[in-house]
């Protein structure tokens, strides 16, 4: 400022504000140095709290920023696609282009030509199933599709179908070709190698599979606490009749009910009667003992293999 100049008030305001904003930040300064002091003298515990604590306000501040969306991968899963072209196309022909099912067919695969089947050619077929799935590259793959005609005859027929990148749209890329079926592989060896008598774990069995089949009892009182399973319905049979009990554990063929939470997994071989005839069936338990009885825990169709009993 020029001596003899008249001082303006926005001037004199300025160093005025500018102490006003110093004298602030040194009474923090005090304040904080202050505070530090009394943690120190609180001990060792609450100076780390007070240290740990600055980090969260900087993540509370920047946990404003966006983030990117989660994204969902979706499986691809080619082999009902390909079934139902398979039905589509072999019901088509060069004849009826314009039929629903060519147009279907070359909708689902665009450039594929139709079949041109002869005037005695067999019916169309009954059962057209997928029956193996094969990844040939990245979006790539062959589906085995069996198709049985009303002669008993099977042909399988060789589909390949390419997905897009999300596995969620598919397209037929070429003509299928008449390939052999799967080959027929070994039966593995069953895991229930343990014989069981008739006693409280195949009364259970039975009793159960009576409810659960016949409607004949309720099912609840031969499963285990917490475990719910529903009766068929609609009734399918009259009667179930068990015709052999195997089990993996030994404790299973136990005259006496063992010892609680004692478990046994079992496979039941029976024979269900109803207006349609007789029914060979099969189910596996698991079953734990409790209170002197066996209770079932879960229950499953078929027999496992040694890999998959449960």
Known sequence: MSPGKPVSRSEAVAPMAAGARLEAMRRRVRV?????????????IALGVTLTSTPTTVEAASSTKPTAA???TVAADPAGYAQLFLHTWLRSSTKDEASAQARHAQLMAPGVDLPEPAADAQPAPEV????????????VWSVTVAVQYADASVLHYAVP????????????TGAPGVVAGPARTEVPTSPYRVSVPEGDLS????????????GAGEVDR????????????????????VRQISAVEEAAAAVTVPADGTKARVLAQVEARGEDGRWPLAYEFTLA??????????????????????
């Not at 179908?161 to 037929?172: C, E, I, K, L, M």
């Not at 285990?224 to 009667?239: F, H, K, T």
């Open 32 to 44: 904080s140095r202050l505070a530090v002091w009394t943690v120190i003298a609180a001990g060792p």
């Open 222 to 241: 031969y499963l285990a606490p917490g475990v719910r399973l529903l009766p068929v319905s609609p009734v399918p049979y009259r009667a179930v009749t």
């Open 128 to 139: 057209v199933t997928a029956v193996r799935t094969a990844q040939r590259a990245y979006g």
């Open 289 to 310: 003992a409790r209170s002197g009885r066996w209770e079932i825990t879960a229950l499953g169709t078929g027999a496992a293999t040694a890999g998959g009993a449960r």
């Open 161 to 172: 179908v390419a997905t897009d990148r999300t596995g969620a749209s598919f397209a037929v």
């Open 203 to 214: 009364a259970a069995v039975g009793e159960f599979l009576a409810a659960y089949l016949t």
């Open 70 to 72: 989660p994204t969902t």
